[in-house]
């Protein structure tokens, strides 16, 4: 099938070459000439495992491409894939200006049957929108349907081809079926819903596993006031099927780009209709508040931060990706450097994108985990890459100033004692954690 793929960003990039994967011939448009010039020379712009290679492949086997020419790519394309973003407005609503700009150009470059299918997420009623904004502006037949994405950052393109399933939203049967054939080599399991539905799918998926990482932060705080151990606690209830263990890892919060996006577009949808989404107001508090956490124990361990060194590890949101959007770091870095401190910083990838958003004199760009260590009073470790875990503690503890450390992903246990004199902090684990007054038995 010829496909064409409308914004080359993170969803549309993966979607665009796991579907010529699939035997497809793509054509990924994106206004962005260098980002195309790039991805011609086969450059990825985005860190995503396994996706270099795959574009490679494609596209030297002729069924991949990349084009600033919106209206070729459609003209030649049977399926035209929405994927433009949807970033948040200052009031938490969905901004689809770059929905209605795309929708506006492929009515005018449609010359036949077409099939639209949005994978940007999107308010419920906007596909009725996009159908209403493209036939101002052709007079050909086209469909629109509704195919939300559910890709994790690191770990998309596995996602892609192994999906929990595929929610397809359409009004006519007829495209849902040719949709419905598209996906089919990726899973049996595909759920035809109404247009509305599969929009609303995608916002409460995201908002109910945000729900589950903002309650199990707020067990994480109780245990430690109890002496009971988060990380026991979570296993114990995701051995119960109905829960599940996904996203029970206490820390210090989600970011990127869809958690906190969608939970304030669904808050707000909720809003316009008259309805007071108070369960999913307070995850988005619990949310901001475990970030401040950092702080309160950092002043807990080491006083006043005016003039300490402060090291931090991690500034993606995640491992394995280099998306620093709405990172938990940005708002520490801040703090820190608001308070005076001052900070030295290591992440393996994301130091480049972090700071296009937040850069300060006060910070230090490391190189590598110990020497963000050197001389510090505390370290902050934000994101759980797998090589803070593979540190040697006891070079670790000799480079720093004070041996402080807070985890704030829980990467360290018992060996850090036993090797160490660290005073350590982890979340919701208060028999691990070691204080000035740690010979005080808890």
């Not at 409308?6 to 979607?15: C, D, H, N, P, S």
């Not at 890892?249 to 909720?270: E, M």
Request: charge should be negative; include cysteine.
């Amino acid at each position: 099938m010829k496909m064409a793929v409308v914004g080359a960003g993170y969803v549309g990039l993966v979607t665009g070459v796991c579907f010529s994967g699939l035997g497809n011939e793509v054509a990924c448009v994106d206004r962005d000439e260098d980002k195309i010039a790039r991805l011609r020379r086969g450059e990825v712009p985005i860190h995503e495992p396994g996706l270099g290679d795959m574009i490679a492949e494609n596209a030297g086997a002729g069924r991949l491409r990349f084009t600033t020419d919106l209206a070729e790519a459609v003209r030649e394309a049977e399926v035209v894939v929405l994927a433009v973003g949807t970033p948040s407005l200052p009031n938490g609503e969905a901004d689809l200006s770059y929905i209605r700009d795309a929708s506006i150009e492929i009515g005018e470059a449609i010359n036949g049957y077409k099939i639209v299918m949005t994978k940007s997420t999107v308010p419920v009623g906007t596909n009725e929108k996009i159908k209403a904004t493209i036939a101002m502006h052709t007079g050909h037949p086209f469909d629109v349907v509704s195919v939300p994405e559910f890709l994790r950052e690191g770990s998309a393109v596995s996602d892609t081809f192994h999906p929990d399933r595929i929610v397809i939203g359409a009004d006519n049967p007829a495209a849902a079926a040719v949709i419905a054939k598209l996906h089919s080599e990726l899973t049996p399991n595909i759920l035809l819903t109404d247009v509305r539905s599969a929009e609303m799918i995608k916002y409460a998926s995201n908002a109910f596993l945000a729900t589950k990482i903002s309650f199990i932060n707020e067990i994480a705080n109780i245990c430690e006031k109890v002496g009971a151990d988060v990380t026991q606690v979570s296993l114990g209830m995701g051995q119960d099927r109905r829960i599940g263990p996904a996203f029970l890892n206490a820390g210090i919060g989600y970011g990127g780009s869809c958690f906190p996006k969608d939970t304030r577009a669904l808050i707000q949808i909720a809003g316009n209709v008259d309805y007071d989404f108070k369960l999913l107001k307070s995850v988005v508090d619990v949310n901001q508040d475990q970030r401040t956490n950092v702080i309160h124990k950092l002043q807990d361990f080491v006083g006043h931060l005016s003039g300490r060194t402060i090291a931090v590890w991690g500034l993606a949101f995640k491992p394995n990706t280099d998306d620093v959007r709405e990172a938990p770091a940005l708002d520490i870095l801040a703090e820190l450097v608001r308070l005076e401190a001052n900070v030295r910083a290591y992440d393996p990838i994301a130091t480049p994108n972090f700071r296009k958003l937040f850069d300060h004199p006060r910070v230090v760009w490391c190189e590598d985990a110990l020497s963000a260590a050197e001389g510090a009073d505390a370290l902050c470790l934000l994101t759980e890459w797998p090589e803070f875990a593979g540190v040697d503690l006891k070079l670790l503890g000799q480079k720093m100033k004070e041996p402080v450390l807070f985890d704030g992903r829980n990467v360290f246990g018992k060996e850090l004692f036993d090797l160490t004199e660290f005073r350590y902090y982890s979340v919701g684990r208060p028999h691990l954690n070691r204080f000035a007054e740690a010979s005080v038995p808890l």
